[in-house]
């Protein structure tokens, strides 16, 4: 996906302007902090929020995305910048006549809305940086150095006046050196903005109906569709001992599917996206499949849940090594200690009902996209396809659900090798193996043609596995 018509920053931590960036953003914190602890009389809620709480996380914030998250996620600092214009226009209001707060109001959006689309990368003017932020320091500092006294109406006591407008230009001046810190990209491909999730870019092109089915449907189990298929495996196991004796000694029918999958998404991309928020958003190039392991097949032995990070176009044997480096890491423990089972266990002395509260804040941040990635990347509920192998337990493959917990939307099971005695047009018999499989897919993030089309192209691998190794795998992009 090639970057839309916008200008795409990023910083390193090597600049020390960053720093000094971030290090204003934490001395109008602490400014804030301070302030709130003088002895100024008790605060009122709306008070307490415009004077501390909105410009503190936003001091906070801005701090944060600079040194943590600069490298892709510049277009979050405006946040700061709103939050702190929300506070002027509250201040205004509270102590101005109407005709100057009202003009006070209006140079704030316009200020925060100019900063906001700066950002984004699409004014491409960097010098409003230092113009926007220098013109609001200037008219803080005149503001509360000649009426510091309206900041603090109704308190008994009141600090000294450079301390009850500091914090306030502590914040704008952090841009002003970023404004020296940033460095465009260049490279042609798409970066993050506004809308997108840590992982996953949103769709913006789909038809209205698409946009309006996931509020008419939005739960991943209302949208289950389940395809059945069998497939004749006389080529595949050919293709699985011509793999062992080449070295890949531990090839199977997971390996098999696997790459045969990856490859589908390599040529229908939409396969690789998923629904959060009542939002559609692809993956691009990173298709992560989970799958339950067990250390050994015993009903004593305990299980976990593996993520591999696969990419479009990995050929079948990166394939194979990326799955078991991961599967080899997990089984190193007699007992599988991986880090979701150290979540599980952390959530599992959590009281119930506590815990009931912590699942609904889990899922509310996963529905604004601010889970942070620790917890994506230990979640098997958030990924690309989960495998359940029914023919390792030698039973039929079955229909697993999706769940409405995380943003998972296919789900393939697959079960064990049967033979079937077929009649031919002359009459004779024929002994055939076949494996049975399903999906479980979410209907909402492609159409039923998509789906039909991807999955007989699937089928087709799976009968003719050859073209697996073929050199020239079409690897496409998804939709904008």
Known sequence: MKQENRIAYTTSLQNPLVWLSALLALAALAGLIWRAALPVGALGFWPLCFRLLLPGFGALFFAYQLLVRGK?????????FWLLMLCVIWQAWQGAAWYWALLICLAALASAWLLHRTLAGKLGADWLLIVLPGLWICGLFLWHNLRAETFY?????????????????????A?????FALKRVEDGKYHPGWGDRSDGRKIRSLSPISVVGTYIMPERNQANVFFHNKVEITALEKYIRAKR???????GMTEALLAAYVRTVSKYPGANRFISGEKIYSRGEDVQFCMTVKKEMTKESPDTVIKVHLRPGDSVETVYHKFHDTLSDAKKSM???SG???AAAFFGMIPGVFLKFVVWLLKLLDYFGLLPRFILELSP????IFFTSMGSLGIPACYHHLYNFGNLPIFLAFGRKNRVNETQDDGSVVSRKYMDYTF?????????????????????LLLHPEQLDAPDMEVNEDIP
């Open 381 to 384: 509920f958030h990924g690309s």
């Open 153 to 173: 109406a109704g308190d008994s006591a009141a600090p000294p006046a450079w301390l009850a407008w500091l914090p306030e230009l502590l914040l704008p001046a």
């Open 72 to 80: 892709d996620r510049i277009y979050r600092l405006s946040l700061p």
């Open 335 to 337: 007992e599988l200690d």
């Open 245 to 251: 004796a080449a070295g890949l000694e531990q090839f």
């Open 175 to 179: 841009y002003l050196p970023l404004c």
């Open 440 to 460: 479980n897919v979410d209907e909402r993030i492609v159409d039923g043609f998509y789906y039909a089309t991807l999955l007989k192209y699937f089928h087709k």
């Open 340 to 342: 979701l089972d150290g």
